[in-house]
């Protein structure tokens, strides 16, 4: 492996350590809710649309695009609370948020992998979108802070692990290997975090 050796680097080995870094940064600054997550999530999205470019995984590409409009979106959600500038707490998905998300996901899967198989030279098309829709839909429950976005985070990264082996996409390989520990750090801290509004929440209607 070649880009273990520093002397080889080229820019788009660069370009891939410094997503790597900038991705690891802004998931370890999400699960400590800090709101410092969304502007490094900004600097590793725009380096993984070359990655995914030059990789010719389209469907990835886009989604860093979509990616980051959802950290805007999110990034304002986590500093307002409806018209108030208030911090965001965390809740659960309830089942409509779960329904929403077995639609859209094998919906969009079919969508997107049918077009880039037949209209683009994308590689693991259904693979490539399959994995865009179920990260899609994460994100979007970060950034309205449900728990189980952590979850399912680890279900997807189990799955982009192989895929960016076989891209030969080793530094992103091992990101998303370590974005398993991650998101099992984050579902527990998020957790732990929900349990202590729901104590607080208990206490004060005892108190009133």
């Not at 779960?98 to 077009?115: K, S």
């Not at 429950?141 to 990264?157: A, C, G, P, Q, T």
Request: charged share 15%.
């Amino acid at each position: 492996m070649d880009f273990l050796s520093p002397g080889t680097w080229d820019l788009a080995t660069v370009t891939e350590v410094v997503g790597v870094i900038t991705g690891l940064l802004c998931v370890w600054l999400a699960a400590k809710q800090n709101i410092w997550t969304f502007p490094i999530a900004l600097i590793s999205v725009t380096l993984y649309i070359i990655i995914f470019y030059d990789a010719r995984l389209y469907a990835d590409m886009g989604l860093q695009v979509m990616f980051a409009g959802l950290n805007f979106y999110g990034w304002y959600l986590w500093l307002y609370k409806g018209n108030h500038r208030e911090e965001r707490p965390v809740t659960r998905m309830t089942s409509k948020h779960w329904i929403w998300l077995l639609l859209f996901v094998p919906l969009f899967t079919a969508g997107l992998g049918t077009y880039l198989h037949y209209n683009t030279d994308a590689d693991l098309a259904y693979w490539d979108a399959a994995t865009t829709a179920v990260s899609l839909g994460a994100q979007w429950l970060m950034s309205r802070k449900k728990l189980e976005n952590w979850l399912i985070w680890i279900v997807v990264d189990a799955v982009y692990v192989p895929i960016y082996l076989y891209k030969e996409l080793y530094p992103t390989a091992v990101l998303y290997f370590l974005y398993l520990a991650l998101a099992w750090w984050g579902y527990v801290d998020w957790k732990k975090s929900l349990q202590r509004d729901q104590q607080k929440h208990g206490a004060q209607a005892l108190a009133g």
